[in-house]
């Protein structure tokens, strides 16, 4: 994929995001601001009994990138289990952006990743993961 083809597709989940909105009753939701930017977030999930994303929205504003990273997060995690989650990184972010991102920007892309897996992680009662996640977070540029 081109440049010009990523950069419209960021264009198109920002202006047309993907599972925006609000679940009723969520099994699973998490809030989290980026303070260097003002990006704010809230994803909801629904579980099923095996630990499957039925359903997952998110809410709230961003830049383009970070809504854009939102709504493309939302569609790599429905249908995963919540274990699985675990497994996603900047990596995927990035790949799923398709674009380089500059490091004032960072934030902004992963901060939905942050609040997936913060969500993930306190359901599953994982403070350690939490507090590693937050270091690397912390660390991020």
């Known amino acids: 994929m081109s440049f010009e083809m990523y950069q419209e597709n960021i264009l198109d989940h920002y202006n047309n995001p993907r599972n925006y909105g609000t679940i009723e009753n969520p ?6 601001v980026n303070p260097l930017c003002g990006d704010e977030y809230e994803f909801q999930f629904k579980i099923d009994k095996n630990g499957k994303i039925v359903d997952v929205k998110f ?4 830049c383009a990138i970070s809504k854009a990273s939102a709504s493309i997060l939302t569609e790599t995690v429905k249908g995963k289990n919540i274990r699985e989650i675990k ?20 934030k902004c892309a992963m ?12 359901y599953l009662g994982n403070q350690k993961e939490i507090k590693e996640f937050e270091k690397e977070w912390d660390k991020m540029e």
Not at 27 to 32: E, N
Not at 113 to 119: D, E, R, T, Y
């Open 27 to 32: 099994d699973i939701k998490f809030h989290d």
């Open 59 to 62: 809410h709230g504003n961003g």
């Open 87 to 106: 497994n996603l990184g900047r990596k995927n972010v990035l790949k799923n952006l398709g674009i380089t991102i500059s490091p004032p920007r960072l």
């Open 111 to 122: 901060l939905p990743l942050k609040v997936v897996k913060v969500a993930v992680y306190s």
